[in-house]
């Protein structure tokens, strides 16, 4: 099962993935395909927590070139500018998998682990 870093021609398909979960929580919602994306690479709204953010990572689960599972990755910075509960931690911000893919779910758990260790988070 391969499990990818993100690329912008993953985009349409993480988009359908989303949007198959928010519209199950808020009937007929879904994100734009431009806010995804700026999402993935900062999240202005988190004004505080955002800039402590020293890398990002989005994995994804293909299967015949859908998007089956995904997890936006984050490890914060280590300095003192950092809140004492994230300095140097990891963080899963989300991961989604469509429900009849939990092997694609549990295999980017594991993924997400393993980037948490190389990280040292």
Do not use: C
């Not at 998998?97 to 040292?120: C, G, T, V």
């Amino acid at each position: 099962m391969p499990i990818e870093t993100y690329r912008t021609e993953h985009l349409p398909e993480l988009q359908m993935l989303i949007n198959h979960h928010v519209s199950a929580v808020i009937p007929g919602w879904a994100l734009p395909a431009a806010y995804i994306e700026q999402h993935l690479a900062r999240h202005p709204q988190q004004i505080i927590i955002d800039p402590w953010v020293a890398e990002r990572k989005t994995l994804v689960v293909t299967q015949r070139d859908q998007a089956i599972a995904a997890a936006h990755l984050l490890r914060y910075a280590e300095d003192d500018g950092v809140g004492s509960d994230y300095r140097g931690a990891g963080d899963i911000a989300w991961l989604f998998a469509s429900p009849e893919h939990q092997d694609a779910a549990s295999a980017l758990l594991e993924a997400a682990k393993e980037q948490m260790q190389a990280w040292n988070a």
